[in-house]
């Protein structure tokens, strides 16, 4: 399956974004897709996962009541809703994919092997 990123760019502190992910290449619903991003500086980290089978989103704790992640499957496509962004935000997000990640797994980088090219999200005033 091939990803791509999109709607990544420049929102001021509060403010909000929607970036989404679209899958080609194969049949979308048997694959996990995740979010991860990277900071200058910093490793990448996990940022949310929707479950291939439930649906069940899963998110890292800080941004938890602030991001949405969704998907849909006839568009073969996966966004995430970013609202109350933060200038510590600001990072390179990427969209990954998974036909056999486990839910214990789902924050770990190395359970994906598929993965988009990023889009840029930067938060600051």
């Known amino acids: 399956v091939q990803l791509q990123a999109s709607g990544g760019g420049l929102v001021q502190p509060g403010g909000s974004l929607r970036i989404s992910c679209a899958a080609s290449g194969d049949t979308f619903r048997p694959y996990t897709v995740a979010w991860f991003r990277q900071a200058p500086g910093k490793e990448r980290e996990f940022v949310a996962a929707?479950?291939?089978?439930?649906?069940?989103?899963s998110y890292t704790d800080s941004v938890k009541g602030r991001f949405t992640i969704s998907r849909d499957n006839a568009r073969s496509m996966v966004s995430l809703q970013m609202t109350g962004l933060k200038p510590e935000d600001t990072a390179v997000y990427y969209c990954a994919a998974s036909r056999t990640v486990i839910l214990s797994s789902l924050s770990l980088d190395g359970s994906y092997g598929y993965w988009g090219q990023g889009t840029q999200v930067t938060v600051s005033s």
């Open positions: 929707i479950h291939r089978s439930s649906g069940r989103p």
